[in-house]
């Protein structure tokens, strides 16, 4: 069966400082790939996707990049992270099939921007 | 473009009460649907899903939906809500294709009363 990892579940990070959260899909090849952000009280917003290894699409202009080294591994990184960076960061995968509007998500990494 | 609306952003019910939460899409062609569901600190769950056919799905934990193209609405309903039912619900729009992109809706948090 399918499964999806991110880690780490919680940070806390100062002002100025790197990013990196990783995600990574067992059980299933050439997933297509998601990065969502989820603030406070507000609805999901989509921050990158990915349809292949190394192949990233960028959906809101920001401080955040996306990068995909393998087929199931998809990472978000920030070379500086900003107080609005804070949120609830949710990946998911989804197939190529007719099921593929069918998203899995991750269990979500909570950052805390200080 | 798709687009989805959740009008209630906060719905209180008592336990044992009926629940129908509102859902409305905007699409060219008949469209994916889909009801998820996130726990507090949780990912997305998939509740249930239309693709096509019989416009009344089932999903898990008692949940139903329907489909009424008329009406561009896809309304999540459940007879009798278990305090456990108290989350996030997120309506989502999709369409085939291997770029495949879901469009979420804000949101609507289920708060139960006992």
């Known amino acids: 069966s399918q499964t999806i990892h991110q880690w780490p579940a919680t940070l806390v990070q100062p002002v100025g400082s790197p990013l990196s959260l990783e995600c990574t899909v067992e059980g299933t090849s050439n997933p297509n790939l998601y990065w969502y952000r989820q603030a406070a009280g507000r609805g999901l917003q989509l921050l990158f996707y990915s349809v292949g290894i190394g192949q990233i699409s960028s959906e809101v202009p920001q401080n955040l990049s996306a990068s995909r080294p393998q087929d199931r591994q998809f990472i978000l990184s920030s070379k500086k992270l900003l107080l609005s960076d804070s949120g609830f960061y949710l990946c998911?995968?989804?197939?190529?099939?007719?099921?593929?509007?069918?998203?899995?998500f991750g269990a979500g990494s909570r950052l805390t921007v200080l | 473009a798709q687009s989805v609306t959740q009008p209630d952003i906060h719905i209180t019910v008592s336990e044992g009460a009926s629940l129908e939460l509102r859902c409305n899409y905007s699409?060219?062609?008949?469209?994916?649907l889909f009801w998820y569901v996130q726990s507090p600190g949780q990912g997305l769950q998939l509740l249930l899903k239309y693709f096509s056919g019989d416009t009344l799905v089932q999903g898990i934990k008692g949940f139903e939906a329907e489909f009424k193209r008329s009406q561009s609405s896809f309304n999540l309903r459940k007879p009798s809500v278990h305090w456990s039912d108290a989350a996030e619900y997120f309506c989502a729009v999709g369409r085939s294709g291997g770029s495949y992109i879901p469009t979420f809706g804000r949101g609507t948090s289920l708060i139960v009363h006992p």
């Open positions: 998911a995968w989804g197939g190529r099939t007719s099921g593929a509007n069918v998203l899995t």
């Open positions: 699409y060219g062609a008949t469209p994916y």
